[in-house]
């Protein structure tokens, strides 16, 4: 019985661990990805479990990444913080070197080691079977999971998998609904130094969550399988007053459609108003009509990321948007006016995507005026219906698991394009975007502070690197 392995209560270490990386990995909410340019911002799946977990034991946060730390060294530090408990993030884009890391922490240290990430949403038995280091996987870290399992309250355990005696027991994932609570995360547990982000105004900030999923079912995303929770404002505004008395001024909120019940985001934003605060959230075009940009704006919002996806209505139906390109056209004009700072997230790479599809998303995205375009390549998701259907056709591989959204590896060909297409279109669709000498200088003069100005500058120059010709 997992539970018996651990030591009793009042000994109990737990270390929240982001294990070290070749690269700067972003492994967190179910989607890893190595990073597009430098930005790294503390896990969100870990600064909730920080929170859960430390009601019951003493945690401690071991971020590698951003302390870049080496694996010897990263072990050397596991090693010294003497864990009864390890809570790792794992990632189908580095399991090639989070899985000899991983056995190594745990022949090391001893401890109980649970693990979270994408590569347990489909198969996880079968991943925990031929991973014998790995005690257990958790398949939510918005709920008490963790610290049931760490306690020994296995019949509490909603949503993970685990060992139990010689045999390995599931408990699949619930979708979610309504509302859910998390104590307050403990921000102060994470480094102080080594997060970036590209869009944030200020050095120091804080990643966040006020809900947990999405209610829209995008065929290639994640999100839309988790179903959709949110939390109580109370608990929200609570946690917002905990980062405050930080002195942290500037959020990066993970919640993946913000503004989702149009009221509860507005009486969100309208208790951050003139407070100092500073923020960037994701959004949906769609969700513009409802008032929300002037809402955030009001609220301390300076920076809106919203899903634009494709410049074709019919590849907009086929991946299940539920918005036209008309809606993101007038999404964007709405944000411009509220004053936001606006980027568009492309889908790139898709099955049906030739050369024209690349040259016609740049196309929108200068059309659109969006202040920054984030060109995402299609990655047969674990977890999602459009795997499903990718595995089928023939264009992904079922036992592939090496997938990066950033496409610094690229996943899977199209119909009319290769892999090593692929990457060229993607390299020469982020140029043609950011090396426009009118975006460039339109760039410059946008800049409010000298800590934007810095980190405008290396993201850039990170960005350009990475997507060489
Ligand atoms: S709206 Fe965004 S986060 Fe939600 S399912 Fe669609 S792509 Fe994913």
Redesign the pocket.
């Known amino acids: 019985m997992i539970a018996s392995r651990l030591p009793s209560r009042h000994a109990r270490r737990v270390v929240l661990l982001n294990p070290p990386g070749r690269e700067l990995y972003l492994r967190d909410y179910y989607c890893s990805k190595t990073t597009k340019s430098n930005y790294l911002y503390p896990p969100i799946d870990l600064v909730v479990l920080s929170g859960s977990l430390a009601r019951d034991f003493e945690v401690r946060v071991l971020d590698a990444l951003a302390e870049r730390l080496d694996p010897p060294r990263a072990l050397e530090r596991l090693a010294s913080l003497a864990p009864d408990a390890i809570v790792s993030l794992v990632g189908a884009v580095s399991w090639e070197e989070d899985r000899p890391f991983l056995e190594e922490a745990k022949r090391r240290t001893g401890a109980l080691l649970l693990a979270t990430g994408d590569l347990f949403r489909e198969g996880a038995a079968e991943t925990l079977a031929a991973n014998p280091s790995i005690d257990g996987a958790l398949l939510s870290f918005a709920n008490g999971d963790a610290g049931a399992i760490l306690r020994g309250d296995m019949g509490a355990v909603e949503s993970a998998v685990f060992r139990d005696g010689g045999g390995i027991r599931e408990r699949p994932p619930r979708a979610a609904r309504g509302s859910f609570r998390v104590p307050t995360p403990r921000h102060d547990l994470f480094p102080r130094r080594g997060y970036r982000f590209s869009f944030a105004r200020r050095r120091r900030f804080v990643s966040m969550l006020t809900d947990f999923?999405?209610?829209?079912?995008?065929t290639?995303?994640?999100?839309?399988?988790l179903g959709f929770a949110t939390r109580p404002l109370a608990d929200v505004l609570e946690e917002l007053a905990f980062v405050r008395s930080l002195g942290v001024r500037e959020i990066f909120f993970l919640d993946?459609?913000f503004g989702v019940q149009a009221e509860r985001a507005r009486d969100l934003c309208a208790s951050m108003a003139g407070r100092g605060w500073s923020w960037t959230a994701?959004t949906?075009p769609d969700r513009a009509s409802s008032g929300l940009f002037e809402a955030m704006a009001g609220g301390g919002c300076h920076t809106v990321i919203l899903?634009v996806?494709s410049a074709d209505d019919a590849r907009l139906r086929e991946?299940?948007?539920?918005y036209t390109t008309e809606e993101v056209r007038e999404a964007f004009a709405r944000a411009r006016r509220s004053g936001l700072r606006t980027v568009g997230?492309f889908l790139i790479g898709g099955p049906e995507d030739d050369e024209d599809s690349f040259r016609r998303a740049v196309e929108f995205a200068v059309e659109l005026r969006c202040d920054f375009a984030s060109f995402n390549v299609a990655v047969p998701r674990f977890g999602t219906p459009w795997r499903e259907e990718l595995v089928r056709d023939g264009l992904a591989e079922p036992n592939r698991v090496d997938m990066d959204q950033a496409g610094e590896r690229i996943a899977m060909p199209t119909r009319f394009l290769t892999r090593e297409e692929v990457l060229r279109a993607k390299r020469r669709a982020i140029r043609s975007f950011y090396l426009r000498p009118s975006y460039l200088a339109r760039r410059l003069l946008a800049l409010r502070t000298l800590h934007e100005a810095r980190s405008q500058f290396s993201e850039g120059l990170a960005l350009l690197a990475r997507n060489r010709g």
């Open positions: 999923g999405c209610p829209y079912p995008c290639f995303c994640i999100m839309g399988t993946q459609t994701f949906r899903g996806e991946y299940r948007k539920g997230t």
